[in-house]
């Protein structure tokens, strides 16, 4: 059988006297988004750079297509392509001096650089930029040359950390359907701290918080985890609460104020066509209804006092 493209044991790291990162296992096999989400502080970068040979971790293992990072790392970076949080760019070269550099620095065949090189520039959107200073160019193309560099050396894995952080609406729209584009043909691991961001383009999911991984499974898994369980609805002429309660799959009810209640419901996905219903038929004049979704701080405390009792 083939190696797995990354495979992480028990990885644990500390800077000074508290571990930031504490027995991380994790093992890639396919092509894909694999998201990496946690909170600020929570051992993303720290993992992250293990992963490429930008720190030296203080336990455990990485290999990248079997070859360990810390004991042959010239090889296990040939592999691998990483942009970290800030994009190592050189302001004052051209963006083909600068993807040049790079190619040279993953140890390329020079007779295929000028072939990786327009193949690059075109998958990134570049082609037009390839005789312009980079600190000429705006922050979305910035993040594009970043993305170049990490993929020029055509790598099995790519490692994005945080890559759509400071850009602006339009710019991240373009960066994110640029990944989902590079991930056809290879593994990509991306860190993000925004959940809605790790929903939309990854396909696995792993979630790290206080160094420990708390959840790692497919983003259906993760997303019928946190489905919402209540619901806040307005209603001009509500009823007593035994009525409300009548309707199949509410558990119970909570009057915040007058007019306005939260329901509580289970195994319930079509809950709020059966209240909206409910109220026409009764006369009870609903003019608000919405599910309440659970916070990311929420899910990472739910997810981590589970391990806890794990
Ligand atoms: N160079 C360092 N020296 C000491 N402690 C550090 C260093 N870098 C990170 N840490 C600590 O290690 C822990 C994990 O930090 P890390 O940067 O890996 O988290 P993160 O999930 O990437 O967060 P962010 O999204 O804010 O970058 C934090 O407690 C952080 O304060």
Redesign the pocket.
């Known amino acids: 059988m083939n190696n797995p493209i990354l495979k992480i044991e028990n990885l644990s790291h500390r800077?000074?006297r508290?571990w930031?990162?504490r027995n991380i296992n994790l093992e890639i096999r396919q092509t894909g988004i694999l998201g990496l989400l946690?909170?600020?502080?929570?051992?993303?970068?720290?993992?992250?750079?293990i992963m490429c040979g930008v720190l030296n971790q203080t336990e455990g293992q990485v290999l990248v297509d079997g070859v360990d990072m810390r004991t042959n790392p010239e090889e296990a970076k040939t592999k691998i392509g990483f942009l970290p949080?800030s994009a190592p760019l050189y302001m004052d070269l051209t963006v083909d001096e600068y993807l040049i550099h790079c190619a040279w620095l993953r140890l390329m065949d020079k007779k295929i650089i000028p072939v990786a090189l327009k193949e690059v520039k075109e998958r990134c959107g570049i082609s037009h930029f390839s005789n312009r200073l980079i600190s000429n160019l705006s922050g979305g193309y910035r993040q594009r040359v970043g993305i170049a560099q990490a993929i020029i050396h055509r790598p099995q894995l790519v490692v994005l950390?945080?890559p759509t952080n400071g850009l602006d609406p339009n710019q991240i729209i373009e960066v994110r359907a640029l990944i989902k584009e590079i991930a056809l043909d290879r593994a990509v691991i991306f860190?993000s701290?925004i959940l809605s961001e790790v929903q939309l383009l990854c396909k696995d999911i792993v979630m790290?918080e206080g160094?420990k991984i708390v959840f790692a499974d497919s983003i259906e898994a993760f997303n019928n985890y946190v489905e919402p369980h209540s619901a806040i609805v307005t209603l001009a002429n509500p009823p007593q609460k035994n009525e409300i309660m009548k309707i199949a799959g509410i558990t119970d009810v909570n009057f915040l104020t007058d007019n306005q209640l939260r329901v509580f419901f289970k195994d319930s996905p079509r809950i709020t066509e059966h209240i909206v219903q409910t109220s026409v038929i009764n006369g009870w004049r609903l003019t608000e209804i919405s599910l309440d979704k659970t916070s990311v701080d929420e899910i990472f405390a739910q997810l981590s006092n589970k391990s806890n009792q794990n």
Not at 38 to 49: I, P, V
Request: hydrophobic fraction near 20%; charge should be negative.
């Open positions: 800077y000074s508290d930031a990162i946690g909170s600020n502080g929570a051992g993303k970068s720290t993992t992250m750079n949080q950390d945080e860190s701290h790290i160094g």
